[in-house]
Structure formats: C-alpha cells, structure tokens
C-alpha cells in the first residue's frame, strides 16, 4: 500500500507500507541506527540497499540520549565520511532515531535529504510522517528542532516482530490518539478488533498513516489543524520531563496524557464520562499506563508554559469534544487546570 502526502509547497513522498524493496541510491548513504535495532535487523536492510558508499553510525538507545551531543557525533560520521548535499541519511530505528536523523539532516550543510525507516509501531504510525525533527534540552522535550520532510518512508510491518509488548503499546497509544481526535468510526474498530493480529495491526497502520497525511497536507507547519495530533502530549511531555526520560515510553506518557486531557474536558463539559471511561479501557487493554501521581501541582503546571505549542503566556490544550472531535483551546481556566491535576496528585 502507498499513501502519498502533498504539501503546500509542491513537494510530495511516499508512503510505503509494504515489505521493504530495494533501495537504489546512486550518491552517499549513512544509515543511522542503534545497538537494538541494528542487533535485529541492520543486516536484513543492507541487504536491501544499493549506494555509491554505505556506511553506519550507531548512536546510544533511549530518549534520555536525544540531545545536542548525540546530534554531533552523528555530523561528526557525516563530515569524516565527507558527505556533500547529495548525500542521503537513512533514519533506521523509532521515533528518537528519526527525529534525530531528520535534524541532523536539516543542519548538514544547511540541509540534505533523509529518509525514514521506522522499526517501532509508534514510529510506523506517526513519528516518521511529518517531518518534525528535533531534540530534547533540560527545559523540556523537542523545543530544538526544525520541520524537515523525509523524502520516503518505507514501513516495514516485518519489524515489529521484534517488538518487545512495551513498545507496541508505546505505539497503540499514538494509533488511538489519531481516532479520538479525527475518526469515531476508526475508534469504534479499535474497540471490535484486536491489534495483536498480523492483519488487523496492517489495518491500523495504514489507517493511522492517511489521517496523519491527510493532517499534514493541509497544515505543514503545525499553525492549525495539526496541533490536534498533540492530544495527550501536552500533558504526557511534562510527565516525561518530570521523569527524565526513563520511566515511560513516550506513548506510555501520552496515553497517561490522554487521560489527563479527558479529565479536563468531562470537567468542562466537552466530553462525557462514558467516552473517557471508553478511551481509558482501549489504553488498558494493551496494559498502556493510565495512571499517574504528580508530586507538586503547581510545578506541573508551570511546566506547561516551556511547551512550544503555548503563546504569549497561555496554555494551549488539545480537549476532545466527542470520540471523533475535538478542540484547540487556550481559554481554559488555570482553576480547571489545577483541579484535574490535583485528580493525580
């Protein structure tokens, strides 16, 4: 299956959901990988790619390694290997290895090309489509970056047999954001159908896929109806940050998001409890985290402010209005606010 996503500017890729093919590159290739993933599959892709010269840069595994120095050693690979502007980046991993390779692409001599080889469900559904790149810095998750398309995404549902249970709700977490914000109908069979079945997760990939095109088709540069993808992470990058990167997954944290975004929106009359409680028992049926025990409300709430969705001093909240619906917002008082966060306390 092929999705293709159209941007404003002209400019289009492909999204290729299908068993990987060969990859015929007639200019300099860097794939960048990490220990895990270049332990299961690095093989199986080389195998699959041709290049004027291939070579490989192995960067530490985790969020907690997605920052500035790790971007440096990647441009280090680059510059030892004398890449030029027709060179290529093979972004091979998850959502951290894409959002890294992306930038780094985007910086290189002002900018080549790279290409996206998500091995992680939640990668295969969002990350990898959109061209967000970026990384973490103490004051929060991804306020360094820049928006810089992949060329191609090639989503190969061969690797997440390798997948450990974690990371695959990691990803089903991502798959149910996309239907509470824009799909009831897609919801409605995510509640009838299981995703540990090899055809069903194809299903739920490809549906995930085109609403994520269909979103950044018409809002590249996140000034609208994208921020909507951020249901559940305004929430889930405090808590992330809150925990340094290494308690939760990042889709772990924004199904725990997700939950907190809910309780604010039944508190203001948007949602109703039965279609939290729906949303909720989704998440917990692939043992998705839904809880969590804030030590300090009003140091959450401060946290809100370094998210770089909010402006000018307020708060931008991402409230579903239904199962299927749902409302960018930054009217929502501080007292409702505080009274969902002191719900985790």
């Not at 990647?74 to 992306?102: P, W």
């Not at 969002?126 to 967000?132: F, H, L, M, R």
Request: aromatic share 10%; with cysteine; glycine share 6%.
């Amino acid at each position: 299956m092929i999705v293709n996503i159209k941007l404003p500017n002209n400019t289009s890729y492909d999204i290729t959901i299908d068993t990987l093919k060969e990859l015929s590159y007639e200019r300099k290739v860097v794939i960048v990988t990490n220990p895990t993933v270049s332990g299961f599959h690095l093989d199986y892709l080389m195998n699959k790619i041709k290049a004027s010269e291939l070579s490989v840069v192995t960067i530490p595994d985790g969020e907690q390694y997605k920052h500035m120095q790790t971007i440096e050693s990647i441009l280090e690979h680059c510059f030892e290997h004398r890449l030029n502007r027709k060179s290529l980046l093979i972004a091979f991993g998850g959502g951290v290895i894409g959002d890294m390779t992306g930038f780094a692409a985007s910086i290189y001599q002002r900018g080549i090309d790279f290409v996206q080889v998500p091995t992680t469900l939640l990668s295969q559904v969002d990350a990898s489509v959109g061209g967000k790149t970026g990384v973490n810095n103490k004051f929060g998750k991804n306020l360094v970056g820049a928006f810089h398309q992949p060329i191609a995404v090639n989503i190969d549902p061969y690797f997440l047999t390798t997948l450990p249970k974690r990371e695959f709700g990691a990803g089903i977490a991502e798959i149910v954001k996309m239907a509470v914000t824009f799909n009831k109908e897609f919801f409605e069979w995510l509640e009838n159908n299981d995703l540990n079945d090899d055809e069903n997760i194809k299903i739920a990939i490809a549906k995930s896929v085109e609403t994520k095109a269909w979103v950044v088709s018409q809002d590249e540069k996140e000034n609208g109806i994208r921020a909507a993808l951020n249901y559940g992470h305004t929430f889930g990058h405090v808590i992330e940050n809150e925990t340094n990167y290494d308690t939760y997954l990042h889709g772990e944290a924004v199904g725990i998001g997700m939950v907190m975004a809910n309780n604010l929106a039944v508190r203001i009359g948007y949602m109703s409890e039965d279609e939290a409680q729906r949303v909720k028992q989704l998440l917990e049926k692939y043992d998705i985290p839904t809880t969590y025990s804030i030590k300090d409300v009003e140091d959450f709430y401060e946290h809100f402010f370094l998210d770089k969705k909010s402006l000018d001093n307020k708060i931008k909240f991402i409230v579903p209005k239904s199962i299927g619906d749902c409302e960018i917002t930054s009217a929502i008082s501080k007292q409702d606010v505080i009274a969902t966060l002191k719900d985790f306390k």
